[in-house]
Every structure is written in structure tokens, then in C-alpha cells.
């Protein structure tokens, strides 16, 4: 693929608004996970998730996730400095999952339960597709749109499409992002399963127990890295390759070689003329289930060797943000790259000797990485690898 500067972050994350409080909250290894407060947990057995503090900007008329969407997206395209005129031809690309279901579901839960407390009926607001029509109306962004429902890479794959959108010269801007909040059908889904542990989650410690969630939006500014030198745009780092591979395995369980794992991290680097030696830096999927932490460690092995690739997992403080994660992580991979700081692995104390890797044990390290990689795969094995390079 051709090479795509990076120019604008926004973040709206467990940590508070904003890129500043995000990387703040990364870098210094800082927990996010906590007791819910969205949703009734009475009875389950986890009771913590990583919600975003405080009042959320934005109309109350609008769902939360539209809300965490719309602040991450203004906060990028200022820091980008996109201004009106370049709105008109940028296109908008949404990696979602849940929509506005949370308001649906406090819709439904009254009305199965008789209340008389008048609530406004969900209707488009409720469905994924509706956070690319609120960014693109409100913010004046008129070109291509589009909405990506890839699971838990849905963040991952609008960058990946958007990449593309700029490289093939079809936009001159795109802003690509993933968003998602806090569900009951998401934490009563994955309780059910008994994916979820009672405490933080520990991603590649040996006594992990399962995944923590969370909620949140990223979005990022996409351009020509010439067309950025051009008007003197700040470049955080370009995103010069993707892979993208389904395993066809399971409806849920991801190939338990790694197979299609492995061969999106090889597409990413074979797309972009990369070696593998050349990557310094993985932010791992590292969900911190058993299964998926130890397969994509091996597919990890498999293309990188052991050893000299650093590894964390910022769902460690951030949780598992469903389809914002990509999306979030990108920015953190884009951030270490940048400030030549790797964002930590909270929480582990005991590492998996099954994983063969440095996973920056709870606290950042300093180091100069030149290419690193984003993992995030999906369920049922849809699997997305971004490949960033350091600015000039």
C-alpha cells in the first residue's frame, strides 16, 4: 500500500477526554478498571469494566456512544487542523458495534417492567451505521461514508479502509475511528460465557483469569504525506502497511495455530517492503484469556522469532473496548512510536513462560522503535494488522 501520514489523534477513553489524558493514563500504567455505574452487575460474578468518567459533551438527545464518537472526532480533525474546505471532500469511516444499544436497552427494560417513566423510543440512533451519519452531518465531513462491523477489529479495519480511500487518491482527508459503549448485552454476554474476570484483567501473566471491558472512542486524521509537508502538518507517524485475513474456522474461536493471525501480520509487513527484524514494537490484542493470549503469541513467534520484539497489552488498564480498541490502540501504538516511550502491561506479576516475549511489565520503557504493529482480532477469526512507521 502507498504510505499515509497520520496528522490528527482523538481520543475520549476510560481515562477522561482526550489524547492527553489517554496517554497520560498509559504511560504512567494507571488501571482504569473499576465498579460499573452504567449498568445494574447485582448477581454477576464480575462487577468492574473501564467506563468513561463524567458527563459526556454533547446533546443527552443523542446516544452515548454517538456522544464519545462526535468528541473524539472533533478533537482529531482539530488537532489536525482540517479546516471547512477540506471537510467538504473527507470521507468518514466508523469501525462500530453496538450502536446506541444501551439506550435501547433502558427503552426495553421499562417497558418489560411497566414503567410509566416516559423514554424516548430508540430508533436510528440505535444501529452502528448511525455514528458515521452524526460525524459526517454535524461536522461537515460530505464525502464517502462508511461503517465497519468486524467485531472486536472493527477500529483496526476503518483505518485499514480509509488507508486505502487516501493512497488511491479517491479523498484527499479521511477521519477513521472505531466507538462503543458500555452494553448489558455485552457484559451479560461475556459473563455468561465466564470470559470475565473478577479483577483487572492480566494479559500474558500465567495466572491470568479472563478480559476486562470497557468503552470509548479514537479517531484519527488520515492524508498524503506530501500533501501534510505541503500545508505543515504535524505527522505523529505514517501508516504504511495492513493485513487483513479471516481464519474460517469457528463462529467464535480463532484458529488455534494462529494461522490467520500470523498471516495479517504478514501481509502488513509484505505490503509495506518491511522485515520483520525491522519491528521493535507489537501492541498485542492480549485479551487475557488463556486461548488468545498463548495463540497469538505463537503466531507472534512465528513471524517475529522470540525475543527481541517488545509486547504490551493496553487493555490491561483500558479494557477490552470492543470495536473502539483497534481504533484506541492504534493511537497508543502511534503515541510510543512517536514519544519513543512503550506504553506498560499492567497488572503482570507472573509472565507466561509460554510467551516468549518482553510484555513490559507495569511500567513504560524508554525505547526508539522505528516500525511497530497493532493486533486486534475479531470473533471468529477476523484479524487485523497495522503496521506504523516513525516520522521522519
Request: with cysteine; proline share 6%; aromatic share 6%.
Amino acid at each position: 500500500m502507498k504510505p499515509v501520514a497520520i496528522t490528527g489523534l482523538g481520543v475520549v477513553s476510560p481515562f477522561g477526554a482526550g489524547v492527553k489524558a489517554f496517554w497520560e493514563g498509559l504511560s504512567s500504567g494507571v488501571c482504569a478498571i473499576r465498579p460499573i455505574t452504567l449498568i445494574d452487575t447485582e448477581g454477576f460474578r464480575c462487577r468492574i469494566a473501564a467506563e468513561v468518567p463524567g458527563p459526556i459533551a454533547g446533546s443527552a438527545r443523542r446516544s452515548r456512544a454517538d456522544r464519545l464518537a462526535l468528541a473524539a472526532a472533533r478533537e482529531a480533525l482539530d488537532d489536525a487542523g482540517v479546516d471547512r474546505g477540506d471537510r467538504e471532500d473527507a470521507a468518514v469511516i466508523v469501525g462500530a458495534v453496538g450502536g446506541g444499544m444501551l439506550e435501547a436497552e433502558a427503552w426495553h427494560w421499562r417497558r418489560m417492567r411497566g414503567s410509566t417513566e416516559p423514554v424516548p423510543r430508540p430508533l436510528a440512533s440505535s444501529f452502528p451505521s448511525a455514528h458515521a451519519d452524526v460525524i459526517g452531518s454535524t461536522l461537515g465531513l460530505t464525502g464517502p461514508r462508511e461503517t465497519v462491523v468486524t467485531a472486536c477489529s472493527s477500529g483496526a479495519a476503518s483505518l485499514a479502509m480509509a488507508a486505502d480511500l487516501v493512497g488511491d487518491g479517491v479523498v484527499p482527508v479521511a477521519l477513521a475511528g472505531g466507538v462503543d459503549a458500555l452494553t448489558r448485552i455485552c457484559f451479560m454476554g461475556f459473563n455468561a460465557l465466564r470470559l470475565l474476570d473478577a479483577a483487572p484483567c492480566r494479559p500474558f501473566d500465567r495466572d491470568r483469569r479472563g478480559m476486562s471491558i470497557g468503552e470509548g472512542a479514537a479517531f484519527v486524521v488520515l492524508e498524503d504525506p506530501a500533501r501534510a509537508r505541503a500545508r505543515g502538518a504535524r505527522v505523529y507517524a505514517e501508516l504504511v502497511g495492513y493485513g487483513m485475513t479471516g481464519d474460517a474456522f469457528h463462529v467464535t474461536s480463532p484458529h488455534p495455530e494462529g494461522e490467520g493471525m500470523a498471516r495479517a501480520m504478514r501481509i502488513a509487513l509484505q505490503g509495506a517492503g518491511v522485515a520483520a527484524a525491522s519491528v521493535g514494537y507489537a501492541n498485542a490484542h492480549g485479551t487475557a484469556t488463556a486461548q488468545n493470549d498463548r495463540i497469538e503469541a505463537r503466531a507472534m513467534r512465528d513471524v517475529f522469532g522470540e525475543g527481541g520484539l517488545l509486547v504490551s497489552s493496553t487493555k490491561s488498564m483500558i479494557g477490552h473496548t470492543m470495536a473502539a480498541a483497534g481504533t484506541l490502540e492504534a493511537v497508543a501504538t502511534v503515541l510510543a512510536v512517536s514519544s519513543e516511550l512503550v506504553p506498560p502491561t499492567a497488572q503482570l506479576e507472573t509472565p507466561d513462560p509460554e510467551i516468549p516475549f518482553d510484555c513490559v511489565p507495569r511500567v513504560a520503557r524508554e525505547a526508539t522503535v522505528e516500525f511497530a504493529i497493532s493486533n486486534s482480532f475479531g470473533f471468529g477469526g477476523q484479524n487485523v494488522t497495522l503496521l506504523f512507521k516513525r516520522a521522519a
